[in-house]
């Protein structure tokens, strides 16, 4: 690899990460804002212009309080969670494509970090890699709301990834591929070639075990406050505390860039032919990439302050009975059909 | 560098492997073997077998590690509570087994006619493709004979931990 | 008599949830853009409505003279015990012969139920809508007539809060005001 080539990816790294941080604060404010909203109330909007400025005030907060660490607890695996759980939710961007491709001093520049050949199932190996951060804090906590908050959490997750993964199944047969960029260049062109369209239990099914894999309402369970008083993260303070914060709205950005990658077209403007159109079709691409996964965001906030939590045994049985028969059937007539086009 | 990168994994893989059996905590067993199965995937990416690398991680510790420590955690096993009499029993079992895996691996190595020499492009599995046809063509029948018995084991599972059906 | 009650029977859109997750989503969308009904307070102030009770006030005749005749019915009628009169002879000729020369509240201790506004024979003591009154020291809230007095003449022609320059002086009724 020469020099150019490095600085490019090292910048290209640079650029995720601190867009993927910054969407992490935007979504601890607009968390509280909407939720305000929603309830007819305003929501913080003293600090800075409409209160955008909150989060930086929220992070020094958390940057002040006393650290504290429990008596009792496994101090190595206690201060290792955290960052267990943050350093997968943050590397899964690397893989998610969030534009066409660019030029840039005279070489083609695709707008993503990493084109793996196994994208998508490199984002599903690190979202199950998430679990442990999870499950670990729960049990080097030496508390017994932790420790239940970590047993749900990984029998959740584990109950999810494959109704998760099998969905997938199903845009990976229509694409051919395992590459993103592939599965986003297959849903080019009109409005109606975007896998919404194509594979709508699909999608469904995608969307309810996203949620599920991120912890959000209604299957917040493993932090269900008025049960665990805080779950996974009950005997955690101060900047850990704000990691497993993080962790959770990192998680949530990659899951919305993911449903738009999968289902949404990724960077795809409906009509557009992008690659042809040099770098204000960059710029569009981008425009588009961000705008849907910001309504997937808001879908996120929208979804947790509408639906009331589910029943532990009711998130089992939406698992196991609904959604993985229902991602199987799926797969099934998804490959049925392919397989008569293409016998024809 | 690739080498260096080698020795730095398989290195890490040994020394967590032998952790894993002398730990006394066994949450702190399953997180080494964890850390074991990332070495190993970094090993296959080596070996450019992508889809095998993050198979390893998806599955082995994405999977089924979780469970083993949902296992443990639900027992509440930490420190190992020593079973004298089964100590010397387990030892010498477990000595006599390692012994014989590694006779056979080395065995299998040294011998001329086996899989390993075959040269680089055959062998190759690190496309989803190459492996997919293997699996459904030259090995249908290993796989499907494997899923079955995945399927008896866990009937197996049900009806042993089910009195009533 | 016993009844029927026939149970609901869902049908097939009803085991689907979709259309219900969909209904519920539009009810909090529609909050989303509804107006809001927070009072930021110390930037806008709620303004009671009329037979509020808040602050006291003791009441003049328009000529200057106060009302009250130091009957202390309403000392009697206080349940929390908290108003201190003491009586002296009026300074004015006509009329009323006595007159509060001291007629202290203590706001501590007031409950607020305005069973001396409906004491009073004079309907000399009223309670005002005036409700952000509170203070730093015990002794700032302990309000003898002057401040009783004071009271009536913020509140006397408006209500306290919707008062045209109301914001611009909302520091008046804090510690020396008393």
């Keep these: 690899m020469d020099f150019l080539g490095f600085v490019i990816i090292c910048v290209k790294v640079l650029v995720v990460f601190s867009a993927t941080m910054l969407t992490v604060l935007m979504m601890v404010y607009a968390e509280r804002r909407v939720s305000a909203f929603m309830q007819g109330r305003l929501g913080p909007n003293r600090v800075g212009p409409q209160g955008l400025l909150q989060p930086i005030a929220d992070g020094i907060k958390f940057l002040m309080k006393e650290d504290i660490i429990p008596a009792e607890v496994n101090k190595p695996i206690y201060l290792l969670a955290p960052a267990m759980l943050l350093i997968p939710a943050l590397m899964t961007f690397a893989v998610i494509p969030f534009g066409s491709t660019i030029t840039l001093f005279g070489r083609e520049v695709p707008l993503q970090v990493a084109d793996l050949n196994v994208g998508i199932l490199y984002i599903l190996a690190l979202t199950s890699i998430g679990v442990y951060g999870l499950v670990l804090a729960g049990w080097a906590s030496n508390s017994k709301y932790s420790l239940i908050g970590g047993l749900r959490s990984s029998a959740q997750l584990i109950s999810y990834e494959l109704a998760m993964g099998l969905s997938v199944v199903s845009v990976i047969l229509l694409a051919g591929s395992l590459k993103l960029n592939v599965i986003v260049e297959d849903q080019q062109g009109y409005l109606l070639s975007w896998n919404v369209f194509k594979q709508p239990v699909a999608f469904l099914i995608f969307l309810v075990a996203v949620y599920a894999e991120t912890n959000r309402l209604p299957f917040d369970l493993t932090e269900a406050e008025q049960e665990l008083v805080g779950g996974y993260h009950t005997e955690y303070s101060s900047m850990k505390f704000a990691m497993f914060f993080t962790a959770e709205y990192a998680n949530m950005v990659t899951a919305a860039a993911l449903t738009v990658t999968l289902f949404f077209g990724g960077w795809d403007v409906p009509l557009l032919n992008e690659t042809s159109m040099g770098a204000l079709g960059a710029i569009l691409s981008v425009l588009s990439f961000i705008l849907k996964t910001a309504f997937f965001l808001f879908l996120f906030i929208w979804v947790r302050w509408t639906f009331p939590r589910f029943r532990y045994d009711q998130l089992m049985k939406l698992g196991w009975k609904v959604m993985l028969p229902l991602a199987l059937i799926n797969i099934f007539v998804t490959g049925g059909y392919l397989t008569l086009t293409s016998l024809r | ?165 | 008599m016993a009844t029927i009650v026939k149970s609901y029977e869902p049908t097939f859109w009803d085991r689907l949830y979709l259309p219900a997750l969909a209904k519920g989503l539009a009810v909090t969308l529609k909050h989303f853009f509804r107006k809001k009904i927070t009072i930021q307070y110390p930037d806008e102030k709620y303004v009671p409505p009329d037979g509020y009770r808040g602050l006291h006030r003791l009441n003049k005749y328009p000529d200057g003279k106060i009302r009250c005749v130091a009957c202390e019915m309403c000392s009697a009628a206080c349940p929390a015990d908290c108003i201190h009169i003491i009586p002296g002879p009026s300074p004015w000729e006509d009329g009323k012969e006595r007159f509060p020369v001291r007629f202290d509240i203590d706001l501590l201790r007031c409950i607020f139920c305005g069973f001396c506004e409906m004491a009073c024979p004079e309907e000399a003591i009223e309670l005002t809508e005036i409700y952000d009154f509170s203070n730093y020291t015990r002794d700032d809230l302990l309000i003898d007539k002057e401040g009783l007095l004071g009271v009536y003449e913020l509140t006397k022609d408006t209500n306290y809060y919707s008062r045209p320059n109301a914001g611009q002086d909302s520091e008046a009724l804090t510690s020396d005001k008393f």
Excluded at chain 2, 27 to 37: D, E, K
Excluded at chain 2, 117 to 135: D, M, N, P, R, W
């Design chain 2, 1 to 165: 560098m690739l080498p260096l990168l080698f020795y730095f994994a398989a290195a890490i893989a040994v020394g967590t492997a032998i952790s894993v059996v002398l730990s006394r905590n066994a949450v702190y067993s399953a997180i080494l073997l964890v850390a074991c199965f990332f070495s190993l995937a970094l090993i296959y990416l080596l070996l450019e077998a992508y889809f095998l690398a993050v198979l390893e991680i998806f599955i082995y510790a994405g999977a089924i590690m979780v469970l083993f420590l949902f296992v443990i955690m639900l027992l509440n096993l930490g420190q190992e509570k020593a079973q004298e009499h089964f100590r010397y029993l387990q030892r010498g079992l477990s000595l006599f087994l390692v012994i014989v895996f590694f006779l056979g691996v080395s065995l299998i190595l040294l011998s001329d006619s086996s899989v390993l020499h075959q040269s680089h492009e055959t062998f190759s599995a690190g496309g989803v493709k190459v492996l997919g046809e293997a699996l459904f063509t030259k090995y249908l029948l290993p796989f499907e004979v494997a899923s079955l018995l995945l399927l008896v084991a866990l009937i197996g599972t049900v009806y042993l931990a089910k009195q009533k059906i």
